[in-house]
C-alpha cells in the first residue's frame, strides 16, 4: 500500500513522530513518503497571518497519515488550513495524530482529531483510526510507543 504521512511540526515534536512512523510502516512492508506543510509567516502561525508555501499533493496515495500540533486548545491553524483546502479523497484510508503537552486529552487533542476527521469524512475518505501522542514529562516514550503500534496496525501488511 502507498502510503503519505504529511504533517506540520512547528518545533519538531510531531515530525519526530512522524519519522518514527515511517520507519514503523516501512518495516511493515508499505511503501511510504513523508511530506511536511510549511509556511511563510509569523510563528506560531495565526489565522490570516501566514501562507502555506509547500501543501503536499494526496491524489497519488491509497492511504494518507495526517499529523499536527495542537495549540490554544485547538488543532493549529496550519493544519485547518491545509485541510480545508484539500481536494475529494474518495477511498482513501486514513489515519490522524497530534501531539500536545497538557495531558488531557479533551484540553484540545480530541476536538483537534475531531475537526480533521470531519474535514476527510466530507472528501469521501475512511478514517480508520487516531491517536492523540502527549508530549509531556514521563508520559512521553510510552505515548509514542503506543501511536507507533496503533497506528501501524490500521495498515496491516
Ligand atoms: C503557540 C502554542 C500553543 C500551544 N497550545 C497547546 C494547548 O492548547 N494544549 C496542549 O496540550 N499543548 C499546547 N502546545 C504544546 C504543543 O501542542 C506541543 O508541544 C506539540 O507537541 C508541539 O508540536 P510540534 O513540535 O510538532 O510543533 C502549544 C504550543 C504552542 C507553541
Not at 511563510?40 to 501566514?50: C, D, L, S, T, Y
Not at 488543532?75 to 491545509?82: E, S
Request: net charge positive; glycine share 10%.
Amino acid at each position: 500500500m502507498k502510503i503519505g504521512i504529511i504533517y506540520y511540526s512547528q518545533t519538531g515534536n510531531t515530525k519526530t513522530v512522524a519519522g518514527k512512523l515511517l520507519k514503523t510502516l516501512e518495516g511493515a512492508g508499505h511503501q511510504v513518503n513523508i511530506e511536511e506543510i510549511t509556511i511563510e509567516g509569523k510563528i506560531p502561525a495565526q489565522p490570516g497571518k501566514f501562507e502555506i508555501v509547500n501543501a503536499p499533493e494526496v491524489d497519488n496515495y491509497d492511504a494518507l497519515v495526517f499529523g499536527a500540533p495542537v495549540q490554544a486548545f485547538s488543532l493549529n491553524p496550519v493544519m485547518k488550513k491545509y485541510m480545508q483546502s484539500l481536494p475529494k479523497m474518495e477511498g482513501k484510508k486514513i489515519a490522524l495524530f497530534v501531539t500536545k503537552q497538557i495531558p488531557v486529552l479533551w484540553l484540545g487533542g480530541t476536538g483537534a482529531i475531531s475537526f480533521m476527521k470531519k474535514e476527510c469524512e466530507l472528501r469521501g475518505a475512511r478514517v480508520v483510526g487516531s491517536k492523540i501522542v502527549v508530549w509531556a514529562g514521563s508520559r512521553r516514550e510510552q505515548s509514542i510507543k503506543e501511536a507507533l503500534a496503533n497506528l501501524s496496525k490500521l495498515f496491516p501488511s
